[in-house]
């Protein structure tokens, strides 16, 4: 099966060489910025998925365009949800599922977007983490930078080494605070940022730039700033259900691990603590993306240019005694989507349809003027950037290791696991999906239609890397005097 996959890829990376541009396609072409957010749910302004989160800058851009209510990623977890929108393929059809698989090694050129736009005069600009971690080919970018984050403390970084580091969210060592004392120009996404806006000045010919945001991903620690819109006894927690999963069939349980990181939360009594280290998170996120959407509007290239704004997946804060991604829940897989078209999307219009983040690919080349190709499976949402309100049959779909699929509709979510046990939820009577309905006859129907869009093949994970290639430490960090041990568990692959 892999032999055939690679076969396939090659085969399109082949036809791709063929569509050649033309004359015309060239000289009307819009610049395109792609703004990717990570880890970031439905909480913000336009989604109402917090009733305290404080996005301004997203509000705004909101304001000018259309907000996708009910967008799914094709994996709730970064590496195999970027691979997925960069190329246009779904996990079931590469084999990149998870956090360990190498992605570009398995992403032959002209195939991702940066570099496929760039046969037809783009120039691919890119800033921060677009794939996962520092995964990237140089020679697919015309530019490509990615700075680095040094807000941990020292030993920190040594325990959880990486471009980022790391400080996860449910440890029992809870009451260090979070370092709060950093100047927001020498955070990763402020530097990101400043060099996309440098880029801005410099672009006279047709862009493709791509902005990876990296907060509101951990570590949450953000300028004081930010904490302080958010007093600690105001912050409310996440409405839950007690005693959600009791309706979840075993896989889903496996998933929300609800005994690893909601147990420590509730035992070290954290979670009002990490639900604003969050709300804090995205604000300081907003506030850079903020920066960059204000230079384009005072640039040369206002009026010319796409504004796409994404989030590579969502995340549980103890809904369903769950936290983070991983899961094939709402909170795990809808993400914001807001496109800005000049010419084609409303002001401040809202779209309640179902799609999924394969759209993306397919939607830009349309709107470019360059031909969809072969290998981009989605299905180009223009119609619904020109009329939120237009009919739409294809559903969401989105995908969790492998043969674990979601169908997301209008009117509901369908998971199916691996082993067949199933989850089925109305979304319009019940939007936390606290009920599962799986089981009731009634729904046999719903269940029969919505499954005939589970993914016909599901392809044999791709090899994850050779243990030379991932020097991410497991649990045997040296320990010095004073220094507590490695305490890396399961979590911490959860990048
Ligand atoms: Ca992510
Ligand atoms: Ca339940």
Redesign the pocket.
């Known amino acids: 099966m892999r032999l055939i996959c690679t076969c396939v890829w090659i085969l399109l990376a082949i036809a791709t060489t063929f569509l050649v541009p033309t004359d015309a396609a060239a000289a009307a072409k819009p610049n395109i910025l792609l703004v990717i957010a990570?880890?970031l749910n439905d909480w913000i302004g336009p989604m109402k998925g917090h009733p305290q989160a404080k996005t301004p800058n997203l509000d705004k851009l909101a304001a000018r365009g259309v907000t996708f209510m009910n967008a799914q990623v094709s994996a709730p977890?970064?590496n195999p949800s970027r691979a997925s929108f960069m190329t246009g393929r779904r996990p079931s059809t590469t084999g990149i599922y998870n956090n360990q698989q190498p992605a570009m090694a398995h992403i032959p050129r002209a195939v991702a977007l940066n570099d496929y736009l760039r046969k037809f005069g783009y120039t691919s600009l890119g800033a921060g983490k677009i794939y996962h971690y520092r995964q990237f080919r140089k020679e697919d970018w015309d530019q490509v930078v990615f700075h680095t984050d040094d807000t941990l403390p020292k030993h920190e970084a040594k325990r959880r080494p990486g471009p980022f580091g790391y400080r996860m969210f449910t440890e029992d060592k809870t009451t260090e605070p979070f370092n709060e004392q950093r100047a927001e120009s020498e955070l990763v996404d402020a530097k990101s940022v400043s060099w996309c806006i440098d880029q801005l000045k410099e672009q006279d010919s047709a862009f493709f730039m791509v902005c990876g945001i990296h907060r509101p991903?951990t570590p949450w620690d953000v300028p004081k700033k930010y904490f302080d819109l958010y007093p600690l006894e105001d912050v409310q927690l996440p409405t839950v259900l007690t005693n959600d999963l009791a309706d979840v069939p075993t896989p889903g349980v496996t998933f929300a691990r609800p005994k690893a990181a909601h147990a420590a939360v509730l035992r070290t009594g954290v979670w009002k603590d990490r639900v604003r280290a969050y709300l804090a998170s995205i604000s300081y996120a907003d506030a850079q993306i903020g920066r960059l959407l204000d230079a384009l509007q005072k640039s040369k290239h206002h009026e010319n240019t796409i504004i796409i704004f994404v989030s590579?997946?969502g995340w549980h804060l103890g809904e369903k005694e769950h936290w983070a991604?991983q899961a094939l829940w709402r909170q795990a897989t809808r993400v914001p989507l807001i496109w800005v078209v000049p010419g084609v999307t409303k002001p401040g219009t809202k779209c309640e349809r179902a799609v999924d983040l394969t759209s993306l690919f397919p939607t830009i080349c349309e709107l470019a003027g360059v031909p969809v190709p072969e290998h981009a499976e989605g299905v180009s949402i223009k119609p619904l950037l020109a009329k939120p309100s237009a009919k739409w049959k294809q559903p969401a779909i989105t995908t969790h290791l492998r043969n674990n699929h979601a169908i997301t509709t209008d009117e509901w979510r369908y998971i199916r696991y691996a082993d067949g046990t199933e989850e089925l939820y109305d979304q319009k009577k019940d939007p936390r999906e606290w009920n599962n309905v799986a089981a009731e006859p009634k729904y046999a129907k719903v269940k029969k239609d919505l499954a005939q869009y589970l993914p016909k093949v599901n392809a044999e994970p791709v090899a994850e890397k050779a243990p030379a290639e991932a020097p991410r430490p497991k649990a045997k960090a040296k320990k010095k005097a004073g220094e507590k041990p490695n305490e890396t568990k399961p979590d911490d692959d959860q990048?």
Request: glycine content about 0%; some cysteine; hydrophobic content about 10%.
């Open positions: 990570d880890d977890i970064c991903h590579d997946h991604k990048d």
